[in-house]
């Protein structure tokens, strides 16, 4: 998951860019012909939308994992283009194939890049501007189901990863395991930034799929062995027990964690250290009830401390990708951008209800 293309377009001549990296990502992903030209396709729509109707703005591909599947491993390219356009004012009518507002659009439009991605989402605020999310996943086996249709009936986790200065390796990273009811959301922040902070980050990845059935606190520990030979991390380990609607979580080091539960927002609080390096004595576990409302986010110190959490209250039935990239946006600007490899991730309920979903 280092592995990071973040393009900024500001002009026609980055629409260009934003498809190779989509290329790329696909050849890193392993995807088939097809898939890559869907990604291509879904790349170059996105990106001559910010330069059209947002006056610029950036595109994100990361190599992640389906928000909605069971199994990690499953290869997916994410390409993510945020902008602080003028948003949106209808989107049922934008999401429509073949809708344009420039006669020398593509004329693909959002609809398209919706039916054709294993996974769209899209926010919009007028006044805001827009995220898009779209999942390029692998071409079906004959006769066998869309990777799009292998849902998990629990909680959904997604997220998005940047780097500094729009270099090639994060140091961030984050993973979405589950075991049995319980699914474990981690993001981990290796120290510095580069390749030397990214493997770290990969390190602490593998060793989660190892020791997922433990609690946080536990995890934390076996990371902490598996990072000895790395720079070591700061690390936050989220996990919910869906048999039991409860949450639990446990840090080390400088990630932050807010939980909105009935529409207020609070800090989980990560203990200071370094996983890998200086291992604090003793873990705070915090515990606290999941709610059909509830909402967590986790992110690196990229983001500013004192973030403004998003005040739709709509925005928590949207992809969890698609969550974390509005935080992403909001908490920076051209005038004041993130000094940092940033990462969000996000954990989120399962009932979602998407009014453009056309899958049988």
């Known amino acids: 998951m280092s592995r990071v293309w973040d393009i900024p377009v500001q002009d026609s001549t980055r629409v260009r860019d934003v498809r190779v990296a989509a290329e790329a990502a696909c050849a890193h992903a392993q995807l088939d012909a097809h898939s890559t030209a869907v990604a291509a396709l879904v790349a170059t729509e996105l990106?001559?939308?910010?330069?059209?109707h947002a006056g610029g703005g950036r595109v994100v591909v990361n190599l992640a994992a389906p928000a909605g599947t069971c199994a990690e491993d499953v290869p997916c390219v994410q390409i993510v283009a945020l902008d602080h356009g003028p948003g949106i004012d209808n989107v049922p009518v934008a999401m429509r194939d073949?809708?344009?507002?420039?006669?020398?659009?593509?004329?693909?439009?959002?609809?398209?890049?919706?039916r054709v991605?294993?996974?769209?989402?899209?926010?919009?605020?007028?006044?805001?501007?827009t995220v898009a999310v779209a999942r390029i996943l692998p071409t079906r086996a004959p006769g066998g189901p869309h990777p799009?249709?292998?849902?998990?009936?629990?909680?959904?986790?997604?997220?998005?990863?940047?780097?500094l200065a729009h270099a090639e390796h994060s140091g961030d990273a984050f993973s979405r395991v589950r075991?049995?009811?319980?699914?474990?959301?981690?993001?981990?922040?290796?120290?510095?930034?580069?390749?030397?902070?990214?493997?770290?980050?990969?390190?602490?990845?593998a060793e989660l799929r190892r020791c997922a059935d433990l609690p946080p606190a536990e995890i934390l520990k076996h990371l902490h062995a598996a990072l000895r030979t790395t720079r070591g991390a700061?690390?936050?380990v989220a996990q919910l027990d869906e048999d039991t609607d409860r949450l639990s979580f446990a840090g080390v080091g400088n990630i932050g964690a807010r939980l909105r539960t009935d529409g207020a927002w609070r800090p989980l609080i990560s203990h200071p250290g370094i996983v890998g390096a200086h291992f604090p004595a003793t873990v705070p576990l915090s515990e606290t009830a999941w709610t059909r409302d509830s909402l967590l986010v986790l992110h690196s110190d990229g983001l500013p401390s004192r973030w403004v959490p998003p005040t739709d209250d709509r925005l928590g039935a949207h992809d969890p990708a698609v969550v974390a990239a509005v935080v992403l946006r909001?908490?920076?600007?051209?005038?004041?951008?993130?000094?940092?490899?940033?990462?969000?991730?996000?954990?989120?309920?399962?009932?979602?209800?998407?009014?453009?979903?056309?899958?049988?």
């Open 148 to 163: 799009r249709a292998q849902r998990s009936t629990g909680a959904r986790a997604g997220g998005i990863t940047t780097a």
């Open 98 to 114: 073949g809708h344009t507002t420039a006669a020398s659009s593509l004329g693909a439009g959002l609809g398209t890049c919706r």
């Open 117 to 129: 991605s294993g996974e769209f989402d899209l926010h919009s605020r007028p006044g805001s501007g």
């Open 179 to 205: 075991c049995g009811p319980r699914v474990t959301l981690m993001l981990v922040d290796g120290l510095g930034h580069g390749e030397k902070a990214a493997d770290a980050s990969t390190a602490a990845v």
């Open 47 to 52: 990106g001559t939308n910010l330069v059209k």
């Open 330 to 360: 909001d908490a920076g600007s051209a005038a004041r951008p993130l000094r940092d490899d940033a990462s969000v991730a996000v954990l989120a309920p399962d009932h979602r209800t998407d009014p453009y979903d056309r899958t049988p």
């Open 234 to 236: 700061a690390v936050g």
